[in-house]
């Protein structure tokens, strides 16, 4: 049985081989999202871009991006942001994102407006 640690949170969990990250957050009480995405979000449909998470460790045990996450990467100025300021680091939509092993995942990651590398 695969583990997730939310890193953040201090929390490692079970998972179910194939369950997405979203479903293991909201079964253990991770919160995903903040802000007015905490009532007002895509419900998991992988459109709203707000469950994103940087992977710390495991990215290999993870599904690989589909169609919809590889599109919103380049049509979702925030889900763009969040990339582009955390260089090196894989930055995935917790939705849409299947476990098969064990992982570390990142929640809310965070916005690095002026870091060196940002707006190079």
Same mark, same amino acid.
């Given at each position: 049985?695969?583990?997730?640690?939310?890193?953040?949170?201090?929390?490692?969990?079970?998972?179910?081989?194939?369950?997405?990250?979203?479903?293991?957050?909201?079964?253990?009480?991770?919160?995903?999202?903040?802000?007015?995405?905490?009532?007002?979000?895509?419900?998991?449909?992988?459109?709203?871009?707000?469950?994103?998470?940087?992977?710390?460790? %495991?990215?290999?045990? !993870? &599904?690989? =991006? /589909?169609?919809?996450? +590889? $599109?919103?990467?380049?049509?979702?100025?925030?889900? %763009?942001?969040?990339? !582009? &300021?955390? =260089? /090196?680091?894989?930055? +995935? $939509?917790?939705?849409?994102?299947?476990?098969?092993?064990?992982?570390?995942?990142?929640?809310? =990651?965070?916005?690095?407006?002026?870091?060196?590398?940002?707006?190079?």
């Amino acid at each position: 049985m695969p583990k997730v640690k939310f890193v953040n949170e201090k929390v490692t969990v079970d998972a179910a081989e194939g369950e997405d990250l979203r479903t293991i957050a909201r079964k253990n009480g991770v919160q995903l999202y903040s802000g007015p995405h905490k009532v007002v979000n895509c419900m998991g449909m992988g459109t709203c871009c707000s469950c994103n998470v940087i992977v710390a460790k %495991g990215a290999e045990k !993870l &599904s690989s =991006p /589909g169609l919809l996450e +590889r $599109l919103w990467r380049l049509l979702n100025p925030l889900l %763009g942001i969040k990339i !582009l &300021s955390n =260089p /090196g680091k894989e930055v +995935r $939509l917790a939705c849409q994102t299947r476990v098969s092993g064990d992982v570390e995942v990142v929640t809310h =990651p965070p916005i690095n407006w002026h870091g060196d590398k940002f707006w190079n």
